[in-house]
């Protein structure tokens, strides 16, 4: 890409980039990329550059040679590799002995007091670090309503009264914390299971009925259902939904929608084995 | 008999009216009347509820309180168990007739009984008046 002659021209009048940027509203950005050739400068700013360098359009976008790339940065000094404590420890003096002469100068300067050569910015002091406090665990909170609520009320079902229970438990019930209310509703739950009290909570299946009709369909099973209000309806399950049968009657061959919510009973009106 | 059993009687009697009739009917939202049904416990119902499901369904509102004193829960461990153990159980319907016999299965609405003759019988939650009671009581 052809460069300008903005930059030369700004430097000549001896202005800063961001000078001409206040004067012109051009973002330094922008004049930026102008000087260096990666965009082409548009008219307007073309205008405001003219008026502000006091330089023709014409001088401004005369083309020049791209300018010099930065000199490049001086090469690092070699340093020697650090020395890694190894096993075996070997003296950080023995392998300043063993290097070539003048890495074994650059290693002597570099020497810090401890022996090892030392890179970058020392590092900074750091306050040691006070040692930790042995874990406490915090004592147990005071008992809850609902906890006594459930010990009086497992008591109550074994049978027992409140000095029964404070005997049970071993405390009388404002003496217990949360701890010893959380273990002495353990202990009536285990008596409860042990008398056969308390039973464990029996889960209701969510659907065996639509397997069971599925069975009494495809087997042609005869059923005589029973609505709440003692109509009675006898057929050959045809299909069904969640909320309704549909039976057909044998001899009539006519179809009846029965809904379940309406149904209080039916049944298979022989043995029905081969459904189960 | 539960109060969610018992409601979903009153429902069906009711020519089978659906959640959304009743909560609209009533001025109680639709998910209370759901969950009053289905819940394992007691149904949190309000009294003032009680009263007005009562007076919808056209039933003394001490009979819905008196269903609340029997949780879904109780029905559903009586029955787990009696299918646990291999022994018979006993429902009372409503209409008095009387079911007696092993468990086949069971579910959320209903439960099969095996008669002595092997046919079985279906019985619904909601039909169920009273459970664990001998044939001879």
């Known amino acids: ?276 | 008999m539960t109060l969610s059993d018992l409601l979903t009687y009153l429902r069906a009697r009711k020519a089978g009216v659906y959640y959304s009739d009743v909560a609209g009917a009533l001025g109680i939202p639709t998910l209370r009347i759901v969950r009053a049904e289905r819940t394992h416990t007691v149904p949190n119902l309000t009294p003032d509820e009680l009263g007005r499901l009562a007076e919808y369904f056209e039933v003394p509102v001490e009979e819905l309180r008196q269903a609340q004193r029997q949780t879904r829960h109780d029905l559903t461990t009586y029955l787990g168990t009696q299918e646990r153990a291999g022994a018979p159980a006993y429902l009372r319907l409503l209409g008095g007739i009387a079911v007696a016999g092993p468990v086949v299965w069971r579910d959320r609405h209903a439960v099969a009984v095996q008669q002595p003759d092997q046919s079985v019988f279906v019985v619904y939650r909601s039909s169920v008046e009273a459970w664990g009671e001998t044939k001879d009581e």
């Open chain 1, 1 to 276: 890409m052809p460069y300008n002659s903005l930059r030369p021209v700004r430097e000549k009048k001896g202005m800063t980039i961001a000078q001409v940027a206040g004067k012109t509203s051009i973002s330094i950005r922008t004049l930026q990329s102008y000087e260096s050739g990666e965009r082409a400068i548009s008219a307007d700013d073309l205008r405001k550059l003219s008026r502000v360098l006091y330089a023709s359009t014409t001088e401004l976008l005369q083309p020049t040679v791209p300018p010099p790339p930065p000199p490049a940065p001086p090469p690092r000094p070699v340093e020697p590799a650090p020395v890694r404590e190894a096993v075996p420890v070997t003296p950080a003096a023995d392998l300043a002995d063993r290097l070539p002469g003048d890495v074994r100068a650059e290693a002597e300067v570099h020497r810090p007091p401890s022996g090892r050569p030392s890179f970058g910015r020392p590092p900074s002091p750091r306050p040691p670090r006070p040692p930790r406090e042995p874990f406490t665990p915090r004592p147990p909170g005071p008992s809850t309503a609902g906890q006594i609520d459930q010990i009086r009320n497992l008591g109550r079902r074994l049978g027992l009264d409140d000095s029964a229970l404070v005997e049970r438990i071993g405390a009388s019930l404002e003496s217990l914390d949360h701890t010893a209310a959380r273990a002495a509703i353990a202990v009536l739950r285990k008596d409860m299971e042990e008398s056969g009290t308390w039973q464990p909570r029996v889960q209701e299946s969510p659907d065996q009925e639509a397997e069971y009709l599925a069975k009494l369909r495809d087997r042609r099973v005869p059923i005589d259902v029973v609505l709440i209000n003692g109509e009675r309806f006898q057929g050959l399950i045809e299909s069904f939904t969640p909320y309704v049968v549909q039976l057909r009657d044998v001899q009539s061959g006519a179809d009846v929608y029965v809904r379940k919510l309406a149904i209080a009973y039916y049944r298979t009106e022989g043995p029905a084995h081969d459904a189960q």
